[in-house]
């Protein structure tokens, strides 16, 4: 069982099993797909535009949220989609953005770059896939305009920092053990010194966990179990000079199960500093205060909590989404293991002084 299928049967959705229609093909019955959700009171259809344009394609407006059909991605977005019968798991789209959808009978799990999306999940209505917008909006490149009173949402590209991001592997593999990490690199930026002040970090972030494996490889005794460690990464945006993405880092070294380190990065362009929350939201200078009693208040009535917090111990432990910063605590430090890694969201709005950019400081 590989990293995603172990987080998805943690942290993922609910149990589901039937087929699914792609492309106007059904798949076969033995693919145990996710059964479909009936039309009820509050499901209703809305038109898709491309760049303003009028498509064939229709999504689906629920609970306040919107679905996209995949058909979308496919026929419009112009993604190739392939389907597994092996692993049950259809991959869309390609490079850092490529999109795994894994059925089972836990739910649809997600995985953009190989990273596990924990806060997302696929649909299967009415015998066809679909994927949240949000999972275009924050990590695929795309954003989206809904009009209520036509029913249509226009998705257009984001516009995003001139740069290529492409994934470097750590590999080693031995009898009982296997070691795949992935990590970002960047290229393109107009800046040659802050281009390999960002690489040299994130490439310093994957060697020391490679030499953590190493050591614990070395006492290794052949009568334990395999050793596995395997690292993903997803860039959560990418704009206004500005790069954040955050990366898993997980070892299994016997037990129940492994464990994931979370580390998150967020970079300015123009010099290759990695930013701290201070760095971001220093113009309220009562940023630190306010996220405390913020995060404290939803930490404490959480499900899982431990209790233990008495503030923010780091100013690392975050990464940016569009308009939004999300901050997060490890496996166990406040929480059990099954509620996985507590995120807290709030919009820079919420957070900084009316008419204020995060940005606004940066060299």
């Known amino acids: 069982m590989n990293k995603m299928k172990k987080l998805a049967r943690t942290w993922g959705a609910g149990m589901l099993a039937a087929g699914i229609v792609l492309g106007g093909t059904v798949l076969p019955a033995e693919a145990g797909l996710a059964a479909p959700v009936k039309a009820k009171a509050d499901y209703s259809r809305i038109a898709l535009k491309w760049n303003g344009a009028i498509t064939p394609q229709q999504g689906i407006l629920r609970d306040g949220k919107t679905w996209i059909p995949i058909t979308f ?22 490079g850092i953005r490529q999109t795994r959808l894994m ?22 209505f009415n015998n066809h896939l679909y994927v949240p917008f949000g999972l275009l909006n924050d990590y695929l490149g795309y954003r989206g305009d809904f009009s209520a009173s036509s029913r249509r949402l226009n998705v257009t590209n984001r516009p995003l920092n ?7 592997t750590y590999a080693k593999e031995a009898e009982g053990v296997t070691v795949k990490l992935d990590y970002p690199q960047i290229s393109g930026l107009v800046s040659a010194s802050a281009q390999q002040s960002i690489n040299d970090t994130l490439k310093k972030s994957a060697m ?24 993903d990464y997803v860039v959560t945006y990418n704009q206004n000079d500005v790069i954040s993405l955050v990366m898993d880092q997980y070892a299994y070294t016997g ?46 009535v959480s499900g899982g909590y431990l209790g233990g917090f008495n503030g923010l111990n780091t100013e690392k432990y975050f990464y ?7 901050l997060f605590f490890q496996l166990y430090e406040y929480t059990a293991y099954a509620a996985g890694f507590p995120e807290f969201t709030f919009t820079f709005k919420e957070l900084l002084p009316s008419g204020s950019s995060p940005f606004a400081g940066l060299k």
Request: charged fraction near 25%; glycine fraction near 10%.
């Open 103 to 124: 059925v089972s009978e836990y739910g649809i799990s997600l995985s953009v770059n190989g990273y596990f999306i924990s806060e997302y999940e696929g649909r299967n």
């Open 162 to 168: 001139a740069l290529t991001v492409t994934t470097e």
């Open 255 to 300: 037990g129940a199960h492994g464990t994931t380190l979370r580390q998150a990065f967020t970079f300015s362009l123009k010099d290759g500093k990695r930013l701290l929350l201070g760095d971001l939201f220093g113009a309220n200078p009562n940023y630190k205060k306010l996220l405390n009693e913020k995060v404290g208040k939803q930490l404490r």
């Open 320 to 326: 940016l989404k569009e308009g939004r910063v999300v």
């Open 208 to 231: 020391s966990f490679a030499a953590e494996a190493d050591r614990a490889i070395a006492e290794r005794s052949e009568e334990e179990r395999p050793y596995e460690y395997d690292s």
């Open 73 to 94: 991605l496919k026929n419009v977005l112009g993604m190739p989609i392939t389907y597994s019968k092996a692993d049950n798991t259809y991959t869309v789209g390609q």
